[in-house]
């Protein structure tokens, strides 16, 4: 009798789920532009976890989150191969310009963050914005870009541990498997325990997770000032213009180095997505994201200079390469200090990407387009339990097996779409939310700004004629400047009314993010492009077959007062309740 009891409630689920499959067309009508206010996602979304998380953050344990977020990942995983294969010498100019990318979308995601101090991140800020569509899919990204990196990161951890203890094969405390294929087939151990220590360890408590990063990121700086005092002191501006002088590879390489290097800025973001155990978030938030930024910005910048003194550019090694730098040089006892110290910092900002992923992937359970169980709060130690083992697992699996060089700028192109999204947010919650411009003025800026972009990004990449750049680039100056001039009175009176935290001189540095953004994102190869746009498809039939259905559930059936079986919606109710919001009140 149980067999049949199972069998026919299997029958039940697989009928429901067809019928839901066809009622796909109106559910996505009704649940793609939905939108939340800040109020309803402060309290009544964030109460689906259960418990509350801890406030218990400072605006110092942020920047350092934030730099020990993105410190191991940078100097230690791009800066060689950019160097030898884009950039040269040039690399620290590289590290500028995504520097001053990261810098604007840093500030936007600021903004927001302090409006709307929920752990959602980009995903949150989307979704209140332009909807649920748009904030799943810079989430899905954005946990894409998290899971990948940190796999990447984790294997780096094994070659620099490896050369802690002098051996100089990367590949030496690794397992080869012969019957797997190539790029597949080394199977790395360390990286896997790694990951799960660290999974073990966030589960336990984010204040602690904190401390224990505090303490590696206060040694990894003072390991980088010595990284930095001795390739100044050993090597020579010599090696600056020699063999091909500073841009070896042109401003071409320079710009495409500067796409790839941006890589080494993920992490920041981790900061805002902490936003919901910060103490005084209104105060500490913008300290500790803008702040994170700039002190990485200049640590980058003054390490890949150190770098390129000790070692000319073409003699530089494309793995562990400071490790290899200080054995060129003669320090092999050096070689092994930068191992132990690089892996020290990569396990920092394991520790704080692995933070921000389970916080990411938790608010996306509380909106219920994964599974919700992946919401909950653990009640004793105020943490998104499941949502941190789950994705532990997931990136233990994936860097097990996956030699991830190839996918470097697969991540890459998220993380800049993601950050376009946020600045083109940002102006529409600015003019049109809060400050109630006309929508199609500011929907037509925004498709200007980013045309105009994309024209100039084309003419560069093309090799047309500079009088295009010209054209282009003094076109979004010039719609810009339009554009802040006729929606300069219409907000300011009541931009002045607001307490919080605020991007200044805008709209300019969140349409410097659009231009910049696009500019880079169309330096990437081809093959980024495709396999970004096998992820965007796999995502986007994930939201079709599971998410829409179950947003559509619990957000208009269940508290719309919508009948299952007919679809038919109780109007008042629901109008009241999920409507499309256009203003955030």
């Given at each position: 009798m149980s067999n049949i009891h199972t069998a026919t409630n299997s029958m039940k689920k697989l009928s429901s789920y067809l019928h839901s499959l066809s009622q796909t067309p109106h559910r996505l009508r009704k649940r793609m532009l939905a939108t939340w206010t800040p109020d309803q996602e402060f309290n009544q979304v964030r109460h689906r976890s259960g418990a509350d998380m801890k406030r218990k953050l400072n605006w110092y344990d942020l920047v350092a989150l934030g730099v020990g977020g993105m410190l191991g990942v940078g100097v230690f995983v791009t800066t060689g191969s950019v160097a030898l294969h884009h950039s040269g010498p040039s690399v620290f100019i590289s590290y500028i310009i995504a520097g001053i990318s990261a810098l604007l979308s840093s500030l936007c995601y600021t903004e927001f963050a302090v409006q709307v101090p929920v752990a959602g991140g980009a995903f949150s800020y989307?979704?209140?914005?332009?909807?649920?569509?748009?904030?799943?899919?810079?989430?899905?990204?954005?946990?894409?870009?998290?899971?990948?990196?940190?796999?990447?990161?984790?294997?780096?951890?094994?070659?620099?541990?490896?050369?802690?203890?002098?051996?100089n094969d990367p590949n030496v405390w690794r397992v080869e498997v012969h019957s797997l294929p190539k790029d597949y087939n080394m199977l790395d151990f360390p990286a896997v325990a790694v990951i799960l220590i660290l999974t073990l360890f966030l589960c336990h408590s984010t204040k602690e997770s904190s401390m224990l990063n505090l303490i590696m990121t206060a040694f990894h700086v003072i390991f980088f000032g010595f990284i930095i005092?001795?390739?100044?002191?050993?090597?020579?501006?010599?090696?600056?213009?020699?063999?091909?002088?500073?841009?070896?590879?042109?401003?071409?390489?320079?710009?495409?180095?500067?796409a790839i290097v941006y890589f080494s800025y993920i992490g920041y973001d981790s900061a805002s997505t902490m936003a919901e155990e910060v103490k005084d978030p209104f105060k500490n938030l913008?300290?500790?994201?803008?702040?994170?930024?700039?002190?990485?910005?200049?640590?980058?910048?003054?390490?890949?200079?150190?770098?390129?003194?000790?070692?000319?550019?073409?003699?530089?090694?494309?793995?562990?390469?400071?490790s290899i730098a200080f054995l060129r040089i003669g320090w092999s006892w050096a070689s092994n200090l930068v191992g132990a110290g690089a892996s020290l910092g990569i396990v920092a900002?394991?520790?704080?990407?692995?933070?921000?992923?389970?916080?990411?992937?938790?608010?996306?359970?509380?909106?219920?387009?994964?599974?919700?169980?992946?919401?909950?709060?653990?009640?004793?130690?105020?943490?998104?339990?499941?949502?941190?083992?789950?994705?532990?697992?997931?990136?233990?699996?994936?860097?097990?097996?996956?030699?991830?060089?190839?996918?470097?700028?697969?991540?890459?192109?998220?993380?800049?779409?993601?950050?376009?999204?946020?600045?083109?947010?940002?102006?529409?919650?600015?003019?049109?939310?809060?400050?109630?411009?006309?929508?199609?003025?500011?929907?037509?800026?925004?498709?200007?700004?980013?045309?105009?972009?994309?024209?100039?990004?084309?003419?560069?990449?093309?090799?047309?004629?500079?009088?295009?750049?010209?054209?282009f680039g003094g076109f979004m100056i010039a719609i810009t400047a339009f554009y802040q001039h006729v929606v300069l009175n219409a907000t300011?009176?009541?931009?002045?009314?607001?307490?919080?935290?605020?991007?200044?001189?805008?709209?300019?540095?969140?349409?410097m993010s659009i231009f910049l953004n696009v500019f880079l994102i169309?330096?990437?190869?081809?093959?980024?492009?495709?396999?970004?746009?096998?992820?965007?498809?796999?995502?986007?039939?994930?939201?079709?077959?599971?998410?829409?259905?179950?947003?559509?559930?619990?957000?208009?059936?269940?508290?719309?007062?919508?009948?299952?079986?007919?679809?038919?919606?109780?109007?008042?109710?629901?109008?009241?309740?999920?409507?499309?919001?256009?203003?955030?009140?």
């Open positions: 989307l979704r209140l914005t332009f909807g649920e569509f748009s904030g799943y899919f810079a989430g899905a990204n954005i946990l894409l870009e998290y899971v990948f990196s940190n796999a990447a990161v984790a294997r780096s951890f094994t070659e620099y541990l490896s050369i802690a203890f002098g051996e005092i001795a390739g100044y002191c050993n090597g020579s501006a010599k090696n600056f213009v020699n063999p091909k002088g500073l841009a070896p590879f042109g401003v071409r390489g320079v710009l495409d180095g500067a913008p300290i500790g994201i803008v702040g994170s930024v700039l002190t990485t910005t200049l640590l980058y910048c003054l390490m890949s200079v150190s770098l390129c003194m000790m070692v000319p550019y073409n003699k530089i090694s494309e793995k562990a390469s400071f900002s394991l520790l704080v990407a692995m933070l921000g992923q389970a916080r990411y992937l938790c608010v996306i359970g509380r909106a219920r387009l994964v599974p919700s169980w992946l919401a909950k709060v653990h009640p004793s130690t105020g943490t998104p339990l499941n949502a941190t083992v789950f994705l532990g697992i997931c990136t233990a699996c994936i860097a097990l097996f996956t030699e991830l060089d190839i996918i470097i700028e697969l991540i890459s192109i998220g993380t800049l779409l993601v950050f376009y999204m946020v600045a083109n947010a940002l102006i529409y919650h600015r003019y049109v939310i809060t400050g109630h411009t006309p929508t199609s003025h500011t929907l037509l800026f925004l498709f200007l700004l980013s045309l105009s972009a994309l024209c100039f990004s084309i003419a560069w990449k093309f090799k047309q004629q500079w009088w295009g750049l010209v054209l300011t009176a009541q931009h002045a009314q607001q307490q919080h935290w605020s991007v200044p001189f805008m709209p300019w540095p969140p349409s169309t330096t990437l190869k081809t093959l980024s492009f495709q396999r970004f746009a096998i992820w965007a498809c796999l995502i986007t039939i994930f939201y079709v077959l599971y998410g829409v259905h179950n947003t559509y559930e619990a957000e208009e059936i269940e508290m719309g007062g919508v009948s299952v079986g007919g679809d038919e919606v109780n109007s008042g109710v629901h109008n009241l309740q999920t409507k499309v919001e256009i203003q955030v009140h």
